[in-house]
């Protein structure tokens, strides 16, 4: 986890690859501008491994990270680079970062992103330090991810529409929200929306067991309901429960709403705009201590180091407490 990472002419690259987040670009903007007041030089990479492998870099200056805060998507673009799961791929884009002289990389992404990063790491030698930038907030070792909040958010919005029309109609609305191994977003929208039944990865439920559910909080009386279903859900996502379930809700005039990418764009509220500003100065602050292979997160509030490989070969646990309450309250 350490290195001997700890001269001073530093020069360092930053990319975010993934699935995009809302709040990558502060992110992006802190690390530049944090490695920019050690005096350190800064090289964009666009479009994550791929763009490693393709050479294509950028010297980054203060100004080429002005106005990019309150923005979505990410200026440094993002892909999924089939080329860098191979040997060949991941050495030329080692080849690319030796010969641009860089001498670390700040890494912006998820799971997947981090799995990359540590093999970069383990077959040769660079020096990485990640940053959780995933809206499904997965990642063991912070406890929010940039994007995370934005995105509740903005599913939150989106369904407290649903519900006004699914109020007029007294309808049935099975909607499904992002999070394809993951049911945190599901899960605290659907806190947050007052959802009558939640469906999450984490928490098996039978089809037969969400009919006797749906039919506790239909028995009274008709009028609305709103179940949220993560993508990721054994059930499959909303349009195949939908199916399931179709005959014996027949009464209701049930309707699938899929939220879908709208969930990754969209301005980052603050709070993300803050665990960005914080996470990417302190991944510049780790390399300069002379860590690598490492995630940077914030723990409790307080900023935490966790070995890279933790963030993605262990399984985030959701807080079943919440999923209690949400039957409580329904
Ligand atoms: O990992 C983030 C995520 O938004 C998942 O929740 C979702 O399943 C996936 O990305 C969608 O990826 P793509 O944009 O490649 O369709």
Not at 137 to 165: C, F, P, Q
Not at 240 to 267: E, N, P, W
Request: hydrophobic residues 40%; proline residues 2%.
């Amino acid at each position: 986890m350490e290195s001997n990472y700890n001269n001073s002419d530093k020069k360092i690259g930053v990319f975010t690859s993934g699935g995009d987040a809302p709040g990558m670009n502060a992110a992006v903007r802190a690390v530049v501008r944090s490695a920019l007041h050690k005096d350190w030089k800064i090289t964009g990479i666009n479009r994550g491994y791929q763009g490693l492998i393709k050479g294509n870099f950028n010297e980054l200056t203060s100004q080429s990270v002005s106005n990019i805060i309150q923005r979505g998507g990410t200026i440094l673009k993002s892909a999924r680079s089939e080329e860098f799961r191979t040997e060949e791929g991941r050495a030329k884009a080692a080849e690319n970062l030796k010969e641009e002289g860089l001498d670390a990389l700040v890494a912006i992404g998820g799971d997947g992103t981090f799995q990359g990063a540590s093999m970069l790491n383990e077959e040769h030698g660079i020096h990485v330090v990640g940053i959780p930038g995933t809206i499904d907030n997965d990642l063991v070792g912070s406890d929010e991810t940039i994007g995370y909040d934005t995105a509740l958010n903005t599913a939150m919005d989106n369904i407290d529409k649903i519900r006004d029309t699914a109020d007029a109609h007294d309808r049935l609305f099975l909607v499904e929200v992002m999070g394809r191994d993951a049911g945190f977003i599901a899960l605290e929208t659907g806190i947050a929306s007052g959802a009558e039944l939640i469906l999450l990865p984490e928490s098996l439920q039978e089809i037969p067991e969400i009919k006797r559910s749906l039919n506790e909080v239909l028995k009274d009386h008709l009028r609305s309901s709103l179940v949220v279903v993560a993508e990721g859900d054994e059930t499959g996502g909303a349009m195949k429960l939908a199916d399931k379930i179709k005959d014996d809700f027949a009464d209701y005039d049930m309707r699938v709403c899929i939220l879908g990418h709208t969930q990754r764009g969209g301005r980052p509220t603050a709070r993300d705009r803050v665990l960005a500003s914080r996470l990417g100065s302190a991944a510049v602050n780790a390399l300069e201590d002379g860590h690598t292979n490492v995630m940077v997160g914030v723990v409790n509030n307080k900023i935490k180091i966790s070995p890279i490989k933790m963030a993605w070969s262990k399984k985030k646990q959701i807080n079943y407490e919440l999923l209690e309450l949400s039957q409580i309250l329904r």
